[in-house]
């Protein structure tokens, strides 16, 4: 078997990469902070692929973001002994192939619950944003069961403004108390409130 590029990675100084003139991909400057958060956090993960003449194949958003942290080198992999047609299929193919995966909405809601000790921003380190972390994360407080118009008693609505890396604790918390048991039968039919009061009773008893 031929050599692959990953078999060897080297530095190099990130003026001598030369971006493709014809590279069909876009980099927001939100996107390219993005990729920035993630590199200061995790350091360099993933090598630039380059052609034999420095020309970037893929990785021209992480050279971006390498530009706006100042680096000056950066991890490099060659794609020896390709010819044009196959440097120009990867790139596409490079930044499309990982547009066809999918998500496990159930496994994703329960990783972002339980990241909310994170010192970093969730927001720019995994390019998720605000509104769809908690549209994942809020997903477990829906099902307010409906009440009549004017008073309710002896229901009371009660809102609880969350800081965003707060979010998961809550719903993993109300997650956590449903799957313990039934709750008494006959006094309220919203389960979040039940869960609630099961997570209130336990700190105050």
């Avoid at 060897?8 to 876009?26: I, K, M, Q």
């Avoid at 380190?125 to 008073?151: Q, R, S, W, Y």
């Avoid at 108390?177 to 209130?200: D, I, M, Q, S, W």
Wanted: aromatic share 6%; with cysteine.
């Amino acid at each position: 078997m031929n050599a692959w590029p990953a078999d060897r990675v080297e530095r190099r100084a990130v003026a001598g990469l030369v971006p493709a003139a014809r590279n069909a991909r876009t980099h927001s400057p939100q996107q390219v902070g993005q990729l920035a958060a993630s590199i200061r956090e995790w350091g360099w993960t993933v090598p630039v692929l380059v052609d034999e003449g420095g020309e970037i194949i893929a990785g021209h958003g992480r050279v971006l973001a390498a530009q706006l942290l100042g680096l000056g080198e950066v991890p490099v992999m060659v794609a020896t002994g390709w010819n044009p047609s196959q440097i120009r299929a990867y790139r596409i193919a490079d930044n499309r192939l990982a547009l066809n995966a999918g998500w496990d909405d159930d496994l994703l809601r329960l990783e972002f619950g339980e990241l909310t000790g994170l010192a970093a921003d969730l927001v720019p380190l995994t390019g998720f944003t605000i509104e769809e972390i908690e549209g994942l994360t809020v997903h477990a407080l829906d099902g307010m069961p409906e009440l009549p118009d004017g008073p309710k008693p002896p229901f009371q609505a009660v809102t609880f403004t969350l800081h965003e890396t707060q979010v998961g604790v809550v719903t993993e918390a109300l997650r956590r108390a449903k799957e313990a048991g039934p709750f008494e039968e006959g006094v309220n039919a919203n389960g979040n409130g039940n869960a609630l009061v099961r997570v209130c009773k336990a700190y105050v008893g």
